[in-house]
């Protein structure tokens, strides 16, 4: 009986730090594929949108045709995890938004825009993560959003030391205010992996490609 080949996770690659999650995925177990067309979404099992400007990130997916594509990933119920600029590009309601701008959403939360502060003000703490065995996860926030609403159906996964919601999973999606793949940590990559080969089990069970 022939393995299956391993799901392939899609990383969002206009802005960003998308190299890192690329090195994060294959740390977790993945095959990592940079996105910058419509055509490179084309049998993803995941995809990552990664931290950077999401004001750019936005306007840049919209000039590569990749939103549409992106909303059709989400909708399907295609694992997605956005981190820092990636949370706001997944959240269905954004507080502090540039003039015009949108998100993909699918993510029933609130949150706040450059929450914790500028570029000077970023900062580092050992997290309490739920669903992360191994103690506490080292977070790195950088002009970082926070969490102010959740829907019904979102799960707190993480909070600041001030308390506020900074990890969040809806289902599929997985957001984190903070940057996991730049501190070699790579126990948040691998939950966003059991959520991918979840999803590709039951998409090959179900006679789909994935």
Same mark, same amino acid.
């Given at each position: 009986?022939?393995? =299956?080949?391993?799901?392939?996770? *899609?990383?969002?690659?206009?802005? !960003? ?27 993803? $099992? ?5 931290? *950077? ?14 939103? @549409? =594509? ?6 399907? !119920?295609? =694992?997605?995890?956005? &981190? ?16 015009? /701008? /949108? ?21 580092? #703490? ?7 065995? !191994?103690?506490?996860?080292?977070? +790195? ?8 609403? +959740?829907?019904?159906? +979102?799960?707190?996964? #993480?909070? $600041? ?15 984190? &205010? ?7 940590? %790579?126990? +948040? %990559? %691998?939950?966003?992996? &059991? ?5 590709? @089990? ?9």
């Amino acid at each position: 009986m022939r393995t =299956p080949p391993p799901p392939v996770v *899609g990383v969002l690659a206009v802005q !960003g730090d998308f190299r890192e999650h690329l090195a994060a995925l294959a740390g977790a177990g993945l095959e990592g594929r940079a996105v910058r067309r419509p055509a490179e979404l084309e049998g993803l $099992s995941g995809i990552v949108l990664p931290g *950077g400007e999401s004001t750019t990130i936005d306007k840049l997916t919209r000039v590569f045709g990749l939103r @549409e =594509p992106l909303r059709g990933l989400l909708d399907a !119920g295609v =694992p997605a995890y956005g &981190s820092c600029a990636g949370m706001i590009l997944l959240a269905d309601r954004v507080v502090d938004t540039a003039p015009g /701008q /949108q998100t993909l959403g699918g993510l029933d939360v609130t949150v706040r825009r450059n929450a914790f502060g500028r570029q000077v003000d970023s900062f580092e #703490a050992d997290l309490d993560f739920a669903g992360v065995e !191994g103690g506490p996860v080292h977070a +790195v926030f950088i002009r970082a959003p926070w969490v102010e609403e +959740v829907g019904p159906g +979102v799960e707190v996964l #993480a909070r $600041s030391p001030e308390g506020h919601a900074v990890a969040v999973r809806q289902g599929n999606l997985l957001a984190t &205010s903070f940057h996991p793949e730049i501190t070699g940590d %790579h126990r +948040v %990559h %691998h939950l966003f992996a &059991s959520m991918v080969n979840e999803y590709a @089990e039951k998409a090959r069970a179900n006679g789909r490609h994935a």
